[in-house]
């Protein structure tokens, strides 16, 4: 199931978008400043190619010549920009205390602020898709061996 920022109650698209561009940060390395920024260091046109690189993924722009998909969000700059790497690696934390029955708020789970439910199951949505296309991809690999 595909969820849609449409489809939740108390975050808002803002949030929504922050979400899933801190995930997708954490797990794709050209979205991650760092290891972006550091993907030439060893070249000798190191500066050039950075700067067309980032140039072309929108680093510096509000509108790059290429756009970036996510879900259902259409990213007209790095999706790096947007990322907060520190909320989803607390995001993944959470939800693997989750999954072990560790709640992030007292109480059970009918007890837990809407907000962070729906956020979670946005955080899951994710992980199941990047999990569905690894899967898919190590099938391709398989078949051309």
Known sequence: MVLN?????S????EYATIIASIESIYNKDFNCTSCVNRYSKRSDYGEMNSKMRTLKGCF??????????????????????????IGIRLLDIRKNMERGILPFVGGFMDQPSKIVEVMDIV????????NKE???EKRRSKRR
């Open 135 to 137: 899967l898919e991809d």
């Open 5 to 9: 920022s449409c489809d939740f109650l």
């Open 11 to 14: 975050v808002t698209p803002s």
């Open 61 to 86: 722009t509000t509108k790059s010549p290429k756009s970036h998909k996510i879900e259902d969000v259409n990213f007209t700059t790095c999706v790096g920009n947007i990322a907060r790497p520190d």
């Open 124 to 131: 899951d949505s994710l992980i199941i898709q990047r999990q």
